[in-house]
């Protein structure tokens, strides 16, 4: 068990998302950095769709129940454990009593914390994540308070190494700013000045940013057919509105929507754009379906990696 | 029937967006949910989820198991003979959702419309409707087609909370609140029927193609 000793502003259960129920409308939420999570979990030796953790906005402080490995990934912090330096992206043990804290978020938006064998909470549509705008999921569907103990899935039995740190080239570069992005499927509806300024311009990430999307500001993207008949989007999905200002839809995003959609973020980077805060720059490069759906590949054979050696399954 | 120009484009690393048509109607909306059907039964290999919307059928698949050129055309193919052999998919189910039409906006409805209460609600319950697509929020249905004399634009400013059950009009479609969540609709009344529940399976009352009729609650 864990309790949560002095609850953050916003903390909940996430894991990979529902990936079945969209033709019910459901949103595929999720983590927002589904990389960094997948990676704490591989750092204790979970599966990449364990239950983890998201934690944002602020600090606040976690007591482990009981003898655990945990990791920390995603946004940059100054962390400790019971005094301890508690390193990022490195399998650390916790004792009985031990509190992780969390002074402050130093660089990025979300932090993940895995704990050894995930956390329990009831699997529903699949997925134990946390929907927040439909109060279902996660803990009661809602953002963990101060107080609030949860349960642990049983321990792995590969226990993974302590200290073992994984190496920064496994990681996304979330410092970089640059997400690739494929054509969407509205892309040809645009007229020729919208590629250019789409891919030549730097945008910010707006202060309307949440779970659902981004709202990008900079240069507008002309958008002559106003809304169109409703289809499927995905996280991901970097859609046009009326006022020319691009939104990236996100985890929460609903599922279909009718604006014209010019782009998708990769997959493989929609982490690093998750990670910008409002008021970060990004600026977008096209890439193909092909390259794209390479990249993702790597970072999944990255993952796999990241798991073996920190179970010590192999040597680097 | 016309055979239908279909088209596949990516939606991101795990997803195919299969194009119909360019003109909404309700004849293609309908094509597409009864190939969206029978390539739910195919239970094609990769597949994670299908979504079928106006124009598009969308489907989402595990892009580390496949490829994008994989999934498309095997899609535009299955997509090509389910079409071709003219299935309407599995019958339609009908539902009846008992309403009090005791709804906040009743009174403003009938004044926009220049109808009575009674006469709103009449038209109401009169239709059968068909559910179009769902999404917005889970087990959001949009229905269609109300009579034309309940047309009203949407809201110009949503409510911050609409409760779940609420029953509700916009434009010439109707719809039920699944859950308490921002909205923009007119509501003219309430049902008890849980809409949307993710521990059922399925969660959602409504699929689309099913019909839909409302009654008066005594």
Known sequence: MITIAKAPPYLTVQDTGRKHSRAAGVPQGGAMDFFALAAANALVGNSPDAAGLEWSLGGGSIRFDRDTALAISGATVSATLSGRDAAPCTTIYARPGDVLSIETIINGRFLYLAVSGGIDVPVLLDSRSTYLPGHFGGYEGRTLKTGDSILLRPEQRQRPVEGFHCAADLMPRYDSGIVHIIRGTHEDLFDGSAWPILTNSAYRVSTASDRTGYKLEGPPIRNTMGTLPSEAGCPGTIQVPADGLPIALMADAPTIGGYAKIAVVSEADLPILAQRRPGDEVRFELTTIEQSQRMLKRRAADLHTIGQLATRAVRR | ?218
């Open chain 2, 1 to 218: 029937m016309t055979s239908l120009k279909l088209r596949a484009r990516p939606l991101g690393d795990a997803a195919v967006t299969i194009t119909f048509g360019s003109e909404k109607s309700t004849e293609l909306l309908r094509r597409i949910q009864a190939i969206a059907l029978s390539l739910e039964a195919k239970r094609i290999p990769n597949v994670n989820d299908i979504v079928p919307a106006y124009l598009t059928l969308t489907v989402f698949y595990d892009a580390l198991d496949t490829s994008y050129h994989v999934m498309a055309e095997q899609l535009l193919d299955a997509c090509q003979r389910s079409d071709e052999r003219e299935s309407s998919g599995a019958p339609s189910r009908e539902h009846v959702i008992p309403v009090r039409y005791d709804g906040i906006d009743l009174e403003s409805v009938a004044a926009t419309t220049a109808l009575s209460v009674t006469d709103v609600i009449a038209r109401h319950t009169a239709r059968t409707y068909t559910v179009d697509l769902l999404g917005f929020v889970p087990g959001f249905a949009y229905l269609s087609e109300i009579d034309e004399a309940l047309h009203v634009p949407r809201r110009p400013q949503p409510r911050p909370r609409v409760a779940a059950g609420s029953v509700a009009i916009a434009g010439a479609q109707t719809a039920v609140y699944p859950l308490d969540t921002p909205g923009g609709w007119h509501i003219i009344g309430t049902t008890g029927m849980v809409m949307f529940d993710p521990a059922r399976d399925p969660p959602a009352l409504l699929a689309p193609g099913d019909k839909v009729r409302f009654e008066e609650a005594g």
